[in-house]
């Protein structure tokens, strides 16, 4: 009984050790805001919001877009565009939509509704 008591006393410290965790942030994030995000955590159909300029069409419904933190292809169809407005690059949009992340590509965003800014 003297050598169990012992025994049962640093079974209980042990586990009672074993009980640290992680406490810094949880989750994770659920919307990327910059292209730095979308190029650094290309996530498949992520939601993106992103604020800045279309620099360059470079296809059918195929766009450069930028930001003060790089660049990103993105694809926003025609009727996104508002009907009466002028958008070049140095138009301030906002874009919503998703990532679109294959692999051995470079991501890019597929826009689901495009905002002019004032």
Same mark, same amino acid.
């Given at each position: 009984?003297?050598?169990?008591?012992?025994?049962?006393?640093?079974?209980?410290?042990?586990? /009672?050790?074993?009980?640290?965790?992680?406490?810094?942030?949880?989750?994770?994030?659920?919307?990327? /805001?910059?292209?730095?995000?979308?190029?650094? @955590?290309?996530?498949?159909?992520?939601?993106?919001?992103?604020? *800045? @300029?279309?620099? &360059?069409?470079? *296809?059918?419904?195929? @766009? &450069?877009?930028?930001?003060? /933190? *790089?660049?990103? &292809?993105?694809?926003?169809?025609?009727?996104?565009?508002?009907?009466?407005?002028?958008?070049?690059?140095?138009?301030?949009? &906002?874009?919503? *939509?998703?990532?679109?992340?294959?692999?051995? /590509?470079?991501?890019?965003?597929?826009?689901?509704?495009?905002?002019?800014?004032?």
């Amino acid at each position: 009984m003297k050598k169990i008591l012992p025994l049962i006393a640093l079974t209980l410290l042990a586990s /009672t050790a074993a009980r640290a965790e992680y406490t810094g942030p949880q989750g994770e994030i659920t919307t990327y /805001t910059t292209v730095a995000e979308v190029l650094e @955590y290309p996530v498949e159909d992520k939601d993106v919001v992103l604020t *800045g @300029y279309l620099t &360059r069409k470079i *296809g059918v419904d195929k @766009y &450069r877009f930028q930001d003060d /933190t *790089g660049h990103v &292809r993105i694809e926003i169809d025609a009727a996104l565009f508002p009907a009466d407005a002028k958008v070049d690059d140095k138009t301030k949009v &906002r874009v919503s *939509g998703e990532v679109e992340a294959e692999f051995l /590509t470079r991501p890019e965003v597929d826009a689901e509704k495009l905002e002019i800014l004032q």
